[in-house]
């Protein structure tokens, strides 16, 4: 599959003129692009070395002729490492390895100054890239200037995230599944929204509901509700510190509230060992900004935190519970959550939801207990042990 650049048209049909069949002289076919892409996305994550793709499309391209003469040019002014093929029906590629956006931009410059009679769009993406969830990105309103825009008879030329060379779309069943169950626990489950939030009420003033920003697909920011277990107006610097820390120590993911959190309400530990607390993210399944089974929504600032190959995680929506919240959660480091998430994107499939969501009242059941038990031995260790006598 190396991009020699040698007629492959032995293996190809000579009937209509598709866009497969238009990769005949050394060209990828979108699959074989792909799987090349998926490769050099493996390295750099294990080096950390910057590639880059340039995205070529444009109306000249629809055409067998322009296409194949330009997938010519083209491949006479790359390196033998580099990879040329069709990313899909209507956009060549170039996978450019070890390449910053600055040589990805120079190539583009190359490419721009042979004869082509209609000169296409080029998107460039780098990889790893700057990904800062918490800043906004860039708006339609910017100049045309911040987006490597060109005048009108000039290619234009821009660049975007390199995220969005991986998105993935969300298989049907998956779709369903959330709609189906999340409709269906909203209705059945709906006697303990109430219960739950017309106790946090009572033993605590303010909203019942919190919303807070997280980090989704490909980080995507959105709104996630869930029950309020702690008071308002709390130090939330405290959570990051604590955060951090698991993120740099190879320790287990232990919260804070296992130790005794005075910023919990009265009862917000049994919320939150019953899960009840994440019962409004039902309504996020709903809208589309999470799945009810995928990696555990992050927080802005420690997605910002994530090595390259850590964000692969968010290659799917977040989910309610996923293979981390199976498989040990709280006992497990930071380092080991992120393989487990991992692998979950990589080995998405129908049986494995279903594996983790039947997995999962088990494993509230087990952490609810565990919880019951470590309030029980912290009652007996405040009574203490019954005092001695000094008499004989």
């Known amino acids: 599959m190396r991009g020699s650049y040698v007629e492959m048209s032995a293996q190809q049909n ?7 069949r238009r990769a005949a002289r050394g060209a990828l076919s979108s699959e074989e ?16 070395h910057q590639f880059s793709v340039v995205l070529l499309h444009g109306d000249g391209l629809q055409s067998a002729g322009p296409a194949e003469d330009l997938i010519n040019k083209i491949a006479n002014r790359i390196r033998i490492i580099d990879e040329i093929g069709w990313f899909d029906e209507w956009r060549i590629g170039l996978i450019l390895p070890y390449t910053s956006s600055t040589g990805a931009r120079k190539l583009v410059d ?8 209609s000169l296409p769009v080029f998107t460039i993406y780098t990889y790893p890239g700057p990904w800062l969830p918490e800043e906004p990105t860039a708006s339609g309103s910017g100049s045309d200037a911040d987006r490597g825009v060109k005048n009108s008879s000039a290619p234009r030329v821009c660049t975007e995230p390199p995220e969005m060379l991986f998105q993935r779309r969300l298989p049907t069943w998956k779709r369903a599944m959330d709609i189906v169950l999340a409709g269906a626990a909203l209705v059945i489950l709906s006697p303990l929204w109430a219960a739950a939030a017309m106790t946090i009420m009572l033993v605590s ?15 995507r920011s959105f709104t996630i509700w869930k029950f309020r277990t702690m008071r308002i107006g709390v130090d939330t610097d405290v959570h990051r510190q604590h955060l951090k820390t698991l993120m740099t120590d190879d320790v287990p993911l232990t919260k804070l509230d296992t130790k005794g959190d005075p910023r919990i309400i009265p009862l917000g530990n049994f919320i939150r060992a019953c899960c009840l607390d994440e019962l409004p993210q039902l309504i996020n399944v709903l809208r589309g900004d999470m799945s009810l089974i995928g990696p555990r929504p992050s927080l802005a600032f420690e997605v910002s935190q994530y090595r390259p190959w850590q964000r692969m995680r968010s290659d799917t929506l977040p989910g309610m519970t996923g293979l981390w919240q199976v498989s040990g959660k709280n006992k497990t480091t930071f380092r080991e959550m992120m ?11 129908l049986g494995l939801d279903v594996r983790i969501f039947l997995r999962t009242f088990p494993t509230v059941v087990s952490e609810l207990m565990n919880a019951l038990t470590r309030r029980r031995e912290k009652r007996v260790s405040h009574c203490g042990a019954p005092a001695h006598s000094d008499s004989p």
Do not use: N
Request: hydrophobic share 30%; with cysteine.
């Open 14 to 20: 000579t009937g209509t003129h598709t866009i497969e």
């Open 205 to 219: 003033p303010g909203s019942p509901l919190l919303r807070q920003k997280r980090v989704g697909c490909q980080g």
């Open 33 to 48: 692009f792909h799987r090349v892409l998926a490769q050099e996305r493996a390295r750099a994550d294990r080096t950390e």
């Open 339 to 349: 393989r487990l998430d991992v692998a979950y994107v990589r080995g998405l499939s």
């Open 110 to 117: 190359r490419i721009c100054r042979t004869s082509i009679t």
